[in-house]
Structures are given as structure tokens and as C-alpha cells.
């Protein structure tokens, strides 16, 4: 083969390095939404409305939303809290641990995590929901409402991270690009 055939197959390798790599690191992954209704015990009346959206896949080093949106029936006194913890095994969650709002004249209520993997794989999880009196210095008991079962699926890209894939696919395609329209002088 000639020099310029090898070339020419040299630059198109590096413009198809290039859109794979972009391809792979910005390819929008799934995600779910879910909405349910419960019916709380004690004090409470009326069906809540949850709502869900989670990832169902997360490249590893790259964080993804999860958010929950709670609707209390109207009429729930205002000294109520829901409380919300997102719990998994090889995740960062951020914020980790309860987090709690009073339903006061609130229409609904709007709970957010960032998810983050640890490692790749299949991780299972828990979304807690409970509901608890907003009594300061009290020890009553949260009640649970909801205790949800989630999955999510870690992809790992190589040990590079992501937004490095990225920029090197930017980088070779561009390189790829003034390969291609170079003029040769001779």
C-alpha cells in the first residue's frame, strides 16, 4: 500500500477513535420514574403521591440526580415532617443520611440526591420514606410509610474519568479535522 492510503486510514482511525470516545462518555443513560400512593397509619389521613426519578445507569465518576416529590393529601396538620433517606451499597449519596421538610402549607414537598458509584456493577438499594411529629426535644417515633427496593447499574469506562474521555474525543476528532483539510504545500 502507499504511503498516502495509510495516511488517509491513519487520520479516519483517529476521527472514529475520536466519536467513539464522545459517544461513549456522553450517550444519555436511562433513567425511571415511578409514582405510587399510600395510605399512612395514626394521625394521618388521606393518600400521599410519591413520585420518583432515578438513574438506572451511572458511569462511574460521573454523579446522577435522583429526586422524590411528595404530595400530602390536604388538610395534614402542619406539625408533620416527612423524612426521606436514599440508601445503597457502593454509592455516594449526597446528601447522605435523613432528610426531613414539615408539610405546613407545602403543596409538595421535592427531596434530591446526587448518586455516585463506588465500583461497577448492580447495586441495590432502599428508598426510606416515614413521617414523624415536628416536636422539638421529643423522642416520639418516626412511622414508616414507605420502603421502596431500587436498583442501579454501574458502568465503568476504564480508569480514566469521563469527562477526560470526553475531551480526548473533542481533542482527536478536531486533530482529525485539520488532518483532513490540511493543505499539502510541495
Do not use: C
Request: net charge positive; charged share 15%.
Amino acid at each position: 500500500m502507499s504511503s498516502r492510503i495509510w495516511r488517509k486510514l491513519i487520520k479516519a482511525g483517529i476521527l472514529l477513535v475520536g466519536l467513539a470516545l464522545l459517544t461513549v462518555s456522553t450517550w444519555p443513560l436511562p433513567a425511571e420514574r415511578m409514582e405510587w400512593m399510600a395510605n399512612p397509619t395514626g394521625s394521618l389521613q388521606g393518600e400521599f403521591n410519591f413520585s420518583l426519578a432515578w438513574p438506572v445507569s451511572i458511569r462511574a465518576s460521573e454523579p446522577r440526580p435522583a429526586r422524590l416529590t411528595v404530595r400530602p393529601p390536604p388538610g395534614q396538620p402542619a406539625n408533620t415532617l416527612i423524612e426521606a433517606r436514599l440508601e445503597f451499597a457502593g454509592l455516594v449519596i449526597t446528601p447522605a443520611g435523613i432528610m426531613a421538610q414539615p408539610i405546613g402549607a407545602a403543596e409538595t414537598l421535592d427531596f434530591r440526591w446526587e448518586l455516585e458509584p463506588l465500583k461497577a456493577g448492580v447495586h441495590s438499594g432502599t428508598l426510606w420514606i416515614y413521617t414523624s411529629p415536628l416536636v422539638s426535644g421529643s423522642s416520639v417515633q418516626r412511622t414508616a410509610l414507605v420502603a421502596r427496593p431500587l436498583q442501579v447499574r454501574a458502568i465503568f469506562l476504564g480508569p480514566l474519568p469521563v469527562v477526560w474521555l470526553r475531551w480526548i474525543g473533542i481533542v482527536l476528532i478536531a486533530l482529525a479535522t485539520v488532518l483532513f483539510f490540511r493543505r499539502v504545500r510541495g
